[in-house]
């Protein structure tokens, strides 16, 4: 099935820097969608990006979907201490189910207050 | 209101033993899903049924086995236990583009 690959694994900042994880597919994305989960937690879902070349913000966080939609980006400016988890990239449907989400290994973040 | 709860939440046994892992969602939603989180966090699809009826089904050892009995509900039974096994249990739902996950299910098999 199609893979996508996220970098880095893991990414350790001081509180106020800015992180970014990206996503990358050898083959085009019909869709990206990104979740977050706390050490501990369950995943939960932030955003959806279908467009090429779409860049959408919830507050610190802005998402990216590169025009040829093989790559997308999560950047959180400034962190704070609550941003710290793992957070997931996915592509829904592939593998001929449009149900079926492919998540990428994650991004651990870890912030130092 | 819990949206999508699993039971349990830890699960410890031995090796060779059966066990099920329970989950119901309140959303209204027609399709639900396994996940497997193994130790290095890796969330793998396992199963998906859509209004009871099995629509993905990943490279998953038969021992494991979905059942829908309605819509609200996919349990996990788990047939004689093996060390690999142990991981944490996600189940989610969804109606179209965003899953809601349940609180997820660690278990862990000695």
């Known amino acids: 099935g199609q893979q996508v690959m996220q970098i880095p694994q893991y990414q350790h900042v001081q509180e106020g820097e800015d992180f970014t994880t990206y996503c990358n597919s050898s083959t085009t994305l019909s869709n990206i969608q990104w979740y977050k989960q706390r050490p501990g937690g369950h995943p939960v879902f932030l955003i959806q990006l279908v467009k090429s070349g779409e860049v959408k913000k919830q507050k610190r966080l802005t998402f990216q979907f590169g025009e040829a939609k093989k790559n997308s980006s999560l950047h959180i400016t400034a962190t704070q201490t609550t941003d710290v988890g793992t957070y997931f990239c996915g592509q829904r449907g592939g593998g001929g189910s449009n149900y079926k989400l492919t998540f990428g290994k994650g991004t651990l973040l870890t912030v130092n207050p | 209101d819990t949206a999508v709860s699993q039971t349990p939440k830890y699960l410890v046994t031995q090796m060779g033993n059966d066990k099920s892992i329970k989950c119901e969602q309140n959303?209204?939603?027609?399709?639900m899903y396994w996940y497997k989180q193994d130790s290095k966090k890796f969330l793998k699809i396992m199963f998906s049924y859509n209004n009871k009826e099995l629509i993905i089904n990943e490279t998953v050892p038969n021992r494991f086995s979905p059942k829908s009995p309605d819509k609200a509900h996919l349990n996990l039974h788990i047939n004689s236990l093996e060390l690999g096994d142990s991981a944490v249990y996600f189940c989610?739902?969804?109606?179209?583009?965003?899953?809601?996950f349940g609180p997820g299910t660690r278990l862990t098999v000695l």
């Open positions: 959303l209204g939603h027609d399709t």
């Open positions: 989610a739902s969804s109606r179209s583009d965003e899953q809601f």
